[in-house]
C-alpha cells in the first residue's frame, strides 16, 4: 500500500514552526481532499489545515500539544486506490525519517519535529464528547483546565459559548479560593540558585512556582516588544479629555436605525479621531527602515489601522487596511468584526500585518493611562483609558463630566516633540468635540 506522507506547510510569512492544536482525523479515517485533518496554532492565528490527499490516514507523526517545525511530516494517508486491500495498523508516533514526502503547492519543506513536548500532566483533559462547541472554543477550555461536559451552553443551538467557558472557569476559581490556606510551619527557606546552564528543572520548586513554556502568541509578543522596546527610543505624552460630548454622540448613533446592527462604542469615535489626526501630522503614521543605503524614514499615506486586542492565546494586534477610505458606519462593521474574529482566535496572519499605527483601549479594563510599547514597523500607538464621571470646570463652575486620558508613545527618531503633542491634542479635541470630524 502506497502512503502519502502530508507536511507541515507555511500558512503565513515566515512561519517556522507550529503547535499541533487539535487533530480531527484518526487512523482509519477516511478522508477526502480538503478535508480539515488538523487545527495548528502559528505565533498569530489558530488555522485549519485541509488534506492535499484522498485516502485513509495511516499515522500521526505528531501528537497534540507538539511544536513542529515547517516542512517536517505530520501525517501519512494511504492511497484511497489501495485501501481496500491494505490491512490496519495501530497508530504509532514514530520519529520521521523519511525524507520525501508532499507538501501543498507554494509550500516550502525542510524541517523536522522540533520538540515533543507533552501537555501538562496537572491540565485536566475534557471529557467532552457529545458537546457541541466550536474548535476554538475547546482550545479555551483546554487552556483555562475546563471540562466542557460541566458547563451549561447556552447557545442558541445547545452550543456551548466562549462566554460560558469564562464563566465556568471564573466560578470555579472563585471556589477554589474560598478557602485561605494555613501558612506552613517553617518561616524561611532558601532554596539554591544554579549556575545559569543548569536545567530549568533545577531551578523550580513546584509546590512554590510553576513553569510555563513560552511560544506561540506569546513568544512572537516577547521578542516583537523587547526589540521594539530596545530600538526605538520610546517618548510618551498623555492629556486629561473632557469626552461628555463623545458619550453623548455613542448614544444618539446607538439609538440611530443605521447603526442598529452595529455595535457602537466610545473606540468608534476614538479611532476616526486618529485618523483624522493622522492627516494633519503624518510623522506619526511613518516608521523608520533601515536599508543598504542608510536609515530611511517612511511616510505612508494611507492607515492601516491596528486595534490591540487581548484575546485567550495572547496578545494580537489585527489591523483595518486602508481604514481611511471607510465612513463612520463601514469603520464601526470593521471594528465589530475585527473584535470578534480575535476573541475567537480566527484572525488570520494577514490581517496582522502592514499595520500603520495601532490604538489599545486599556480603558475596557478599568485602567486610567499608561505607557504602551509601539507596535515594530510603526511609529506610534495611543491608548484610551477608562471614561469615567469626574468632577470638571465648566465656565468657571465644577460639574459632572465624562473624563479620560489620551496617552501615546512615538518614535523619537521619527517624531518630534511638537508633533507627538500635536497629535495627541487633536486626538484629544475630536473627543471633546465630536463635530470637528464633520470637516
Partial sequence: MSDQTFRLPDVGEGLTEAEIVT????PGDTVAVNDVIVEIETAKSLVELPSPFEGTVGELLAAEGDTVEVGAPIITIADAAAVASAPKAPATVPEPTDPGGAVLVGYGTGGHVNSRRRKPAERPVASSVGVVAKPPIRKLARDLGVDLATVTPSGAAGEVTREDVVNHAQQASVFRNIETPEWGEVREETIPVPAPAAAPAASVDPSREESIPVRGVR???????????????????????DATRTMELVKRLKASPDFADVKVSPLLIMARAVIWAVRRTPMVNAAWVETDEGAQIRVRRYVNLGIAAATPRGLLVPNI?????????ELARALEKLTLTAREGKTPPADQQGGTFTITNIGVFGVDAGTPIINPGEAGIIALGAIRQKPWVVDGEVRPR??????????????????????????????EEPALLLD
Fill in 23 to 26: 487533530w480531527r482525523v484518526a
Fill in 219 to 241: 513568544k512572537a509578543t516577547a521578542t516583537a516588544m523587547t526589540s521594539s522596546a530596545y530600538t526605538a527610543p520610546h517618548v510618551s505624552v498623555w492629556v486629561d479629555v
Fill in 321 to 329: 487596511k486602508d481604514a481611511q477610505d471607510l465612513n463612520t458606519r
Fill in 402 to 431: 465624562w473624563v479620560t486620558t489620551v496617552a501615546g508613545s512615538f518614535d523619537h527618531r521619527v517624531v518630534d516633540g511638537d508633533g507627538m503633542s500635536r497629535f495627541v491634542a487633536d486626538v484629544a479635541s475630536v473627543l
